[in-house]
């Protein structure tokens, strides 16, 4: 049978019908061959499958980075990360506070910066608050101080009416006899003038009080703003509070002013800031209009030099001097000559 499928002829392989693989097994088949072409082929599949996993760890480790080599990605990542910026010093540390702030970590810093701005905005809420504080005391106290002044104004007018009406009622008591003799002839009159007067008398005390409290109030607010001008003085007209000029700025400016009508009383009343920079403007412009009067009045004074005149040169004279000179020098005899050139060697 072996003889018999040997000399069997071998049938092409048709082209394109099963491919090498299929020629393969078909020569196997008449060959008698006894191995299972499907076991060669799940071998084969095996042994691929076995070498990919080889293949693969390969070229993982010829991909992976060497130690101490960052990958591509890492180097674009750490390339990518901005320079971290400088942290400034506050800016009310002096300055040797802030070259020992420049020393320091940029950790260290970042904390010492961040809780100096969280103290600062601490102090400026506080500052806040209190100064809307302030403010709403004052508008109170000034509304209070204007009612008391309503009501101081409008007691005097009622008491102006009632020592009136109690002069008319008892216009006959003149001295402390008549009282004596009104309480002896009458005492219910006596009585009565006694009520009033005592009603009259505890009236006037109130108002008085209550004037005092404004005059009180007065001077308290006339004491505020005149310490809140002398801050003003020293910062916009400073020269005024010198210890060297001010003294003698002082005096000229109430000179000035009383040479513009201002009494001495007025001048001492005098606390506007505003009005002690007019006044250290107004004593430069005089000062300088002074020196300007003092320059003229030593020009006008000063005899006049005139400038002597230089006599005109003719150009007539140069011209035939040496007009003169080239004709000598062209035709004139040899001890001429000598003497021209001798003159103008000279």
């Known amino acids: 049978m072996a003889e018999a499928q040997a000399s069997a ?29 499907d076991a060669l082929e799940e071998q084969d599949t095996a042994g691929a499958d076995d070498a990919q996993p080889d293949s693969e760890a390969e070229q993982a480790e010829d991909d992976a980075p060497s130690e101490g080599e960052a990958s591509d990605e890492e180097q ?31 950790e260290a810093q970042a904390v010492i910066a961040r809780r100096e701005s969280e103290r600062d905005k601490a102090t400026n809420s506080s ?57 002896a002839s ?5 009585a009565l003038f006694q009520r009033d007067r005592e009603k009259l008398q505890g009236r006037l005390s109130e108002r008085a009080q209550l004037e005092a409290r404004n005059q009180a109030d007065a001077r308290t607010q006339l004491g505020q703003y005149a310490t809140e001008q002398r801050k003003l003085i020293a910062e916009k007209a400073p020269e005024f509070v010198d210890e ?9 400016s109430a000179s000035y002013l009383k040479e513009i009508g201002y009494s001495q009383q007025e001048i001492d009343g005098v606390l506007d ?40 040169r003719s150009e007539a004279q140069p011209n035939q001097s040496r007009a003169a000179t080239n004709k000598i020098l062209r035709s004139g005899t040899d001890s001429e000559r000598a003497d021209v050139l001798l003159k103008i060697l000279g």
């Open 9 to 37: 002829p071998v049938e092409a392989a048709e082209p394109g019908s099963h491919g090498d693989s299929a020629a393969i097994d078909k020569m196997f088949s008449l060959l008698g061959g006894t191995e299972d072409t």
């Open 76 to 106: 674009g990542e750490e390339a990518e990360q901005p320079e971290t910026a400088a942290i400034g010093a506050p800016l009310s540390w002096s300055a040797e506070d802030k070259a020992v702030f420049a020393s320091l970590p940029p």
């Open 127 to 183: 500052l806040k608050e209190a100064a809307e504080i302030k403010k709403n005391a004052e508008a109170v106290i000034q509304a209070a101080t204007q009612e008391r002044q309503r009501l101081s104004a409008r007691l005097a007018s009622e008491d102006n009416t009632l020592i009136q009406q109690f002069a008319e009622k008892f216009s006959d008591i003149k001295s402390e006899g008549d009282l004596d003799r009104l309480a």
């Open 186 to 190: 009458d005492p219910a009159r006596y």
């Open 244 to 252: 060297k000029t001010g003294a003698k700025l002082r005096a000229d």
């Open 273 to 312: 800031h505003r009005l002690y920079v007019v006044l250290a403007d107004a004593l430069k412009g005089r000062a300088y209009k002074q020196a300007a009067t003092k320059v003229a009045t030593k020009t006008a004074s000063a005899p006049r030099v005139q400038t002597p005149v230089k006599p005109a």
